[in-house]
């Protein structure tokens, strides 16, 4: 896959992007998760239009451990040359670089078609590490590993913003905003 899709789609070239999604749907919001997001919106662009999507429901949304690797290996095999999501831990990170795809993380609080349309317009850009640190199922609650753990999601979410550009994504929760880099300008975010 190597010399496919430049940043910003420039041309007539094809190409597919995978999107994090909160719902099975173009109107959907990025979800900031990558290995744990509801799904994949995969849409095909030639010259800059979009010609159709595909969704595909997340199998590693309920995966004990693992979950990066495997939304990797899903959007892997669909043939996805860009990636754009809230949050990729290491090893997706890893998985999605050697299979030559981009990735463009630090997305979030806009709709599926509005994170495509920026990347065409050359507003998103390839993000150059992981955005989160990996954990494990030794690293986590053991109710949040067994679905059992009470209080998740409470109140609005919290915003990390970057004090160079002004760039704003959802927190992601257990990572500190100082872990998230800006997917604009390369500037460790802050917590709004």
Same mark, same amino acid.
């Given at each position: 896959?190597?010399?496919?899709? /430049?940043?910003? =789609? /420039?041309?007539?070239?094809?190409?597919?992007?995978?999107?994090?999604?909160?719902?099975?749907?173009?109107?959907?919001?990025? /979800?900031?998760? &990558? =290995?744990?997001?509801?799904?994949?919106?995969?849409?095909?662009?030639?010259? %800059?239009?979009?010609?159709?999507?595909?969704?595909?429901?997340?199998? #590693?949304?309920?995966?004990? #451990?693992?979950?990066?690797?495997?939304?990797?290996?899903?959007?892997?095999?669909?043939?996805?040359?860009?990636?754009?999501?809230? %949050?990729?831990?290491?090893?997706? &990170?890893?998985?999605?670089?050697?299979?030559?795809?981009?990735?463009?993380?630090?997305?979030?609080?806009?709709?599926?078609? /509005?994170?495509?349309?920026?990347?065409?317009?050359?507003?998103?850009?390839?993000?150059?590490?992981?955005?989160?640190? #990996?954990?494990?199922?030794?690293?986590? %609650?053991?109710?949040?590993?067994?679905?059992?753990?009470?209080?998740? &999601?409470?109140?609005? $979410?919290?915003?990390?913003?970057?004090?160079?550009?002004?760039?704003?994504?959802?927190?992601?929760?257990?990572?500190?905003?100082?872990?998230?880099?800006?997917?604009?300008?390369?500037? $460790?975010?802050?917590?709004?």
């Amino acid at each position: 896959m190597d010399g496919v899709g /430049d940043p910003g =789609g /420039d041309g007539g070239e094809r190409m597919k992007i995978a999107v994090s999604a909160m719902a099975d749907n173009m109107d959907a919001m990025v /979800d900031a998760r &990558f =290995g744990r997001c509801a799904y994949f919106v995969i849409v095909e662009v030639e010259g %800059n239009k979009i010609k159709g999507y595909e969704v595909i429901k997340n199998p #590693g949304v309920t995966a004990i #451990g693992g979950a990066g690797i495997q939304a990797a290996q899903i959007v892997v095999g669909k043939g996805v040359d860009v990636v754009i999501t809230g %949050n990729v831990g290491p090893n997706a &990170f890893r998985a999605l670089s050697t299979a030559g795809i981009k990735i463009v993380a630090g997305v979030g609080g806009i709709t599926v078609k /509005d994170a495509i349309d920026r990347y065409l317009k050359g507003e998103l850009k390839e993000t150059s590490a992981p955005t989160t640190p #990996g954990f494990g199922p030794s690293t986590m %609650n053991p109710g949040a590993r067994l679905g059992t753990g009470r209080g998740r &999601f409470r109140g609005p $979410p919290m915003e990390c913003v970057c004090p160079n550009c002004g760039f704003k994504m959802t927190k992601q929760r257990r990572i500190p905003c100082a872990q998230s880099i800006c997917p604009r300008c390369g500037t $460790p975010m802050v917590r709004a």
